[in-house]
């Protein structure tokens, strides 16, 4: 029950001292009740050792979206279940405390290449137009083939490399040998590019015929 002060000046109505104490008393427990669910909630998440964003996030102290991205990338260990990130206290454990050697790998998917990758060492050339309509022609090597690409090497020795970039179109020139020698003309373009020493060249297929992709994947497996 409430009881109510009235004042003799004013008339005005406000609650007892006694009615008070009582309302923040029942606060207090009901905040209490509340911190002792959350707690018991964490303990039972972590008995099993497995951690949710926010928790994470809470163990780290740094935000959650700090942690979506991480696990994205693949610098934190964990594992996406439907729209829900869960995590190892083990693994954020050997993560805080400098142990990355997973921090290469990419959480989901872990590998992006639909097909198996090659390693070979097949003589080829790449040739095109650049954005000046100047052609071009360049011997060098395969040195990862696949049904969807391939990894061009050659000497950095002349203008090609400043000129070619991501996204440009290119054909790619060689011969396979299996059982017979099988000439593959791929037209493609460029899905990265890097030069340290030699020039590597990223090549994604694009519009290979019914054949040409029947004898890449005989030969790559």
């Known amino acids: 029950m409430r009881c109510f002060h009235i004042c003799a000046k004013c008339g005005h109505e406000s609650?007892?001292?006694?009615?008070?104490?009582?309302?923040?008393?029942?606060?207090?427990?009901?905040?209490?009740k509340?911190?002792?669910?959350?707690?018991?909630?964490?303990?039972?998440?972590?008995?099993n050792g497995i951690m949710t964003v926010s928790e994470v996030s809470a163990f780290l102290r740094i935000p959650?979206?700090?942690?979506?991205?991480?696990?994205?990338?693949?610098?934190?260990?964990g594992v996406k279940i439907s729209k829900h990130w869960r995590f190892l206290k083990e693994d954020i454990e050997r993560y805080l405390y400098g142990d990355r050697h997973f921090s290469s790998i990419p959480?989901?998917?872990q590998d992006r290449r639909l097909s198996p990758r090659l390693k070979t060492e097949l003589s080829a050339s790449i040739s095109g137009d650049l954005r000046e309509t100047k052609h071009y022609q360049k011997q060098g090597e395969i040195q990862n083939?696949?049904?969807?690409?391939?990894?061009?090497?050659?000497?950095?020795?002349?203008?090609?490399?400043?000129?070619l970039e991501s996204g440009d179109p290119i054909k790619l020139c060689f011969v396979l040998t299996n059982g017979q020698d099988y000439p593959v003309e791929a037209e493609g373009r460029v899905v990265h590019q890097q030069v340290n020493g030699r020039a590597f060249y990223g090549i994604k297929f694009r519009g290979l015929t019914p054949k040409q992709k029947e004898v890449l994947r005989s030969y790559v497996g």
């Open 145 to 163: 083939l696949s049904q969807e690409g391939a990894l061009f090497v050659t000497d950095s020795s002349d203008d090609l490399t400043k000129l």
């Open 64 to 77: 959650t979206s700090t942690i979506y991205e991480l696990a994205n990338k693949g610098k934190i260990k």
């Open 34 to 47: 509340m911190k002792n669910r959350e707690t018991k909630k964490n303990n039972n998440s972590n008995q």
């Open 107 to 109: 959480a989901r998917p």
């Open 15 to 32: 609650f007892a001292r006694t009615t008070l104490f009582l309302i923040r008393l029942r606060n207090n427990r009901n905040n209490r």
